[in-house]
């Protein structure tokens, strides 16, 4: 123990006596409008050294000798600018001011914002060792985006799953969503859905961010959980002046003739001597809209496919989505920061669903078809008179970022997160007739028909009453994070490095806790005539006018019946409808990690590291057969433990041919962990229809190698192409397993049809990306003008090992990814036609191929302007979905429609005022 404690205090004498030779030297770098420019260059030639500035336009050296230093600053589309320093064993602060470049004829480079947020957003995707796309805000702005999702799916490689219209679920080179991640600054967002990891990108709006970071190779500092790359939100921070942003806009959506609102509004700036930076920023956007919506179940086979099921839904929704953002930065001095941000992001959806639906449609004579039932079902809810869908994620952090004796960075951080989702009396009302015959027109696939005979569907004299029932949802995660990063520099000079350790503890809880209950009237209501109905038949539905929706019970009397009166309605728990689908999850990991990055020549670096994740989990499900069930007593809990260790290493090359030009080199390995609910031990018995549904908590986490090569080529005019290919080498994925013959040992002599989430084998993931970012100013007068933005993704898939079926795509693997965009900027005018392409993929495997379900391939039009009227003051207009784009679902073959859902375009207009 003695020599131990001579040991630390030599170690300290030592590093005191280093600190009073050496000092270091940090600052920030911003544009003439005071705003951050990350990805900027210092240079101190001298020394050979060099370091890029963070998104903030931050940056350090440390451990620099005592004595005298030129500094050169850097950047695309930016002038030089040098400055001399003396270091004398403390740290000096040196800040850069970077004006616009000009070019051959004396005319200013970046004219517009829209180029300054371009030229940003490209010296950081320069300036990092990794494979990255950035989006800063200044371009998010330029496109009609009015959340994260949809600003996402303008970056190469990146397809969105869609609700309700809006951009929800992000694919990343063709990885299906729950093989991603979304972090904002760099951990993990929890999700508010109950069954999965997946983070809603509708629920953030873009104006509370400053940059997006698409990670499409992991460093060994990364959270290892994002096998087809990480979205990384980046949130604003003061710079040195006082600004102020506001925005507001309104808008119309055909699809109902109803309107939009969208308010927001950014406050920063520095008080206390600048010791103390303050953002705050808010955001409310209101939305009146609807879809047109038909669905289709398929039987018999590719050559006699018939409609087995038909649902019309007619869709009202108003969407409320609010968000604010408080971002603290106190500057105790030039060598210790620290850092306080809060996120808390709302939506509420209320929801009104007109659902006609013929089940069970069987031939039962040769062209005869009859349909069991035919049911009408309103879903509304007591809020408002429509069931309310409320989803909230808050997020606290606060950090540190320390320079330690002039040599040593430090940076810390804990956190807390929590993401819920609560449906509240949630209601349905249904009112059916039985046995009903029906024509099948199958003339047009894509659109067939099974429409009933006779009035008697429709006849609500003759409806008789299905169900009444009240749900009541929430889910919630809770996430409490912790970590520290260490970095060290090595060697200077030519053969500069750099280690850099640091650890991660995450601890995440999830639970879902829904209840269901039936009432039964005790007089009356017996017929669909006995209560206040309407026809909610739209003229123009706009999946056909052949589609008629016909009578329902009135929504607001649904949401006005007092069902916890015992006097009016008898109830009953159903237990099948929540106790399988309830649960508690917990899930610890522990990571540690280390990396160096090192320069082998003045062209070429290297850097290689290893990550190591504990992951340690605790699930609890039921066990219940639904059937015979009673009360909770029959529900039998399941427990459920399991932990596992994964090792990731990394090994990345970045060759500057020139200063403009480089090539990136990788080998590097990632996981992604199973869904919360697809680890829950339970078991969902259904011993009347024969069918067993269960859980899997020893499934394994997916292991992916991944192999990437990738060219890029910046123009000093402010643009790029770029190029690359990538193969991903993924074990142990997911996918549902079924089986028509399972036994279970309670029911001897009986078989199951049995489902459950298995792992695969190996699915093999080829591809390659293009894409070309260019202001057009070699063209002559005002085509100079002119900016092209396209990238194209190519991504094939090979999944082997899912019991049963032959090789087969990966589920979620999208093959052809398209974006283009054209634009006309001067300095006070920018107007913009975008495109947005993903092809079909498989989206759920069935039993055979025909049988298996399709995401249908989307193509979105969106035009916008904007119009400086003086400085700071600017007119917008955006229009947005202008093919009518639906979201579509096909079965087994193109032409089997299993879902086509229409939401028509929109628009809006507004003013952004900008001091």
Not at 670 to 681: E, G, K, M, Q, T
Not at 856 to 869: C, G, K, P
Request: hydrophobic share 35%; net charge negative.
């Amino acid at each position: 123990m003695k020599t131990l404690k001579l040991f630390i205090l030599s170690l300290f004498i030592t590093m005191v006596s280093f600190a009073q030779s050496k000092g270091s030297i940090v600052g920030h770098v911003t544009d003439a409008s005071n705003l951050p420019i990350p990805g900027a260059v210092i240079i101190i030639e001298s020394l050979n050294l060099s370091v890029v500035t963070d998104f903030n336009g931050d940056y350090a050296f440390v451990g620099i000798a005592n004595g005298e230093y030129t500094l050169k600053s850097s950047c695309l589309g930016c002038k030089d600018l040098i400055k001399t320093i003396k270091v004398n064993g403390a740290t000096v602060a040196v800040n850069f001011v970077l004006d616009s470049a000009l070019n051959e004829l004396d005319e200013v480079v970046l004219k517009g914002s829209n180029s300054k947020g371009q030229a940003k957003a490209l010296n950081k995707q320069k300036s990092n060792f990794n494979i990255t796309n950035i989006v800063a805000a200044d371009q998010v702005g330029k496109f009609p985006d009015a959340n994260i999702g949809d600003a996402v799916k303008r970056i190469p490689g990146i397809a969105v799953q869609n609700d309700q219209g809006e951009a929800r679920n992000i694919i990343i080179r063709g990885m299906a969503p729950q093989l991603n991640s979304v972090t904002l600054n760099g951990e993990r967002i929890p999700s508010a859905e109950g069954d999965n990891r997946n983070v809603q990108m509708d629920l953030i709006p873009s104006d509370m961010i400053q940059a997006v970071e698409v990670n499409k190779v992991l460093t060994s500092d990364m959270e290892a959980d994002a096998i087809g790359g990480s979205v990384n939100l980046v949130t604003r921070r003061a710079g040195e002046k006082t600004r102020l942003t506001i925005t507001g806009a309104y808008g119309q959506n055909p699809v109902r003739n109803t309107p939009l609102y969208n308010t927001s509004a950014v406050v920063a700036g520095r008080m206390f001597n600048n010791k103390l930076g303050a953002v705050l920023s808010t955001s409310l956007q209101s939305n009146d809209f609807g879809s047109d919506n038909v669905e289709f179940e398929w039987a018999g086979d590719a050559n006699n496919a018939v409609v087995s099921g038909q649902d019309i839904r007619r869709y009202d929704v108003k969407r409320v989505r609010q968000s604010v953002a408080l971002n603290l930065d106190y500057k105790i001095n030039n060598n210790n920061t620290i850092f306080f941000n809060t996120v808390l992001n709302n939506r509420k959806d209320w929801e009104n669903r007109y659902r006609l639906e013929i089940k069970d449609i069987e031939e039962t004579a040769p062209g005869v078809y009859t349909a069991d039932e035919v049911v009408r079902e309103t879903k509304g809810g007591t809020n408002d008179n429509a069931r309310l869908e409320e989803q909230e994620i808050q997020k606290f952090a606060l950090n540190g970022e320390h320079i330690l004796f002039n040599s040593v960075k430090l940076n810390w951080k804990t956190n807390y997160s929590k993401a819920s989702e609560t449906r509240p009396e949630e209601r349905y009302i249904a009112y059916k007739t039985e046995s009903v015959d029906v024509t099948q027109d199958l003339s047009d696939l894509r659109f067939p028909n099974a429409n009933p005979t006779g009035t008697d569907f429709n006849n609500p004299s003759v409806l008789e009453l299905d169900e009444i029932s009240e749900e009541n949802q929430y889910t919630e995660e809770k996430n409490y994070g912790a970590k520290f990063d260490l970095e060290i520099p090595m060697l200077k000079g030519a053969y500069e490095n750099t280690l850099k350790i640091g650890y991660r503890y995450k601890n995440k809880e999830k639970s879902r806790d829904n209840s269901y209950n039936e009432y039964e009237p005790v007089s009356g209501m017996e017929f669909m005539s006995d209560v206040p109905y309407s026809d909610k038949t739209i003229d123009g539905f706009l999946a056909g006018d052949k589609y008629k929706s016909g009578n329902f019970v009135n929504e607001d009397y649904l949401g006005g019946l007092d069902l916890k009166n015992s006097n009016l309605f008898d109830s009953k728990s159903i237990l099948k409808e929540f106790i399988p689908v309830n649960y508690n999850a917990k899930e610890q990991v522990n990571a540690a990690y280390g990396m160096v990055i090192q320069k082998l020549s003045p062209k070429l670096s290297a850097m290689a590291g290893l990550r190591v994740e504990r992951t340690d989990l605790d699930y609890t499900g039921y066990r219940i057969d639904v059937e015979t069930a009673q009360d909770l007593s029959d529900a039998t809990k399941i427990e459920a433990s399991k932990n596992y260790t994964n090792f990731l290493p990394n090994l990345q090359f970045k060759y500057s041919l020139q200063p403009n030009t480089i090539f990136r080199l990788a080998y590097s390995t990632s996981i992604a962990r199973p869904n919360y609910y697809d680890l829950v031990p339970y078991q969902n018995i259904n011993s009347d229809d024969w069918e067993f549904e269960e859980g899997n908590s020893n499934l394994e986490a997916s292991y992916s190698n991944n192999f990437d090569f990738m060219f890029e080529h910046y123009f000093s005019s402010v643009g790029i192409i770029s190029g690359g290919v990538f193969f991903k080498n993924i074990d142990n994925f997911v996918y549902t397993y079924t089986e028509d013959d399972f036994v279970d040992a309670a029911y001897p002599g009986e078989t199951f049809e049995y489902s459950q989430q298995r792992n695969g084998e190996v699915a093999k993931v080829y591809g390659l990306e293009v894409s070309v970012q260019r202001r057009l100013d070699f063209l002559p007068k005002f085509l100079k003008n002119l900016n092209v933005y396209l990238n194209y993704t190519y991504t094939d898939s090979e999944a082997d090992g899912i019991e049963g079926r032959s090789k087969l795509a990966l589920a979620g693997a999208v093959k052809n990814m398209f974006n283009g965009s054209l634009a006309y900027e001067t300095k006070k005018l920018t107007v913009r036609a975008s495109l947005n392409y993903a092809g079909a993929y498989i989206d759920e495997y069935g039993d055979e191929d025909f049988e298996d379900i399709y995401y249908d391939a989307q193509m979105f039009l969106d035009v916008n302007a904007t119009y400086e009227i003086v400085k700071g003051l600017r007119l917008f207009t955006e229009f947005k979905n202008l093919t009518n784009q639906e979201l579509r679902y096909y079965q087994g073959q193109k032409d089997l429609t299993a879902q086509a859902e229409y939401y028509n375009f929109n628009w809006n207009a507004g003013v952004k005022y900008n001091f």
